[in-house]
């Protein structure tokens, strides 16, 4: 959570950058740039614009890390088991 909390700016500049072309209308593209979209969006939205959607990623990667720790454990187990 803290770690996507923290890259949340880039990965919302980065998704825009992706989807431009979905929603802009066959316009030039607004998003160029790393810095200059940072500053767009910033100039747009508002800094809280940033973490727009952070909170839903990151309970999706709840499920992610609760699997990934049992399957870990289990294995383990079975791996410490065997010896």
């Known amino acids: 959570g803290c770690?996507?909390?923290l890259?949340?700016?880039l990965d919302r500049v980065k998704?825009?950058?992706?989807?431009?072309?979905?929603t802009?209308?066959?316009?030039?593209?607004?998003y160029?740039?790393?810095c200059q979209s940072l500053v767009r969006v910033y100039q747009e939205d508002g800094v809280w614009s940033y973490w727009r959607?952070?909170?839903?990623?990151?309970?999706r990667v709840v499920p992610y890390?609760?699997?990934?720790f049992m399957t870990f454990a289990h294995c383990k187990d079975?791996?410490?088991g065997m010896t």
């Open 3 to 5: 770690a996507r909390t």
């Open 7 to 9: 890259t949340a700016p």
């Open 15 to 22: 998704i825009l950058m992706q989807t431009q072309k979905l």
């Open 24 to 30: 802009s209308g066959g316009q030039a593209d607004k």
């Open 32 to 34: 160029r740039g790393l």
């Open 53 to 59: 959607g952070n909170l839903a990623n990151c309970i």
């Open 65 to 68: 890390s609760a699997t990934q």
């Open 78 to 80: 079975f791996v410490c």
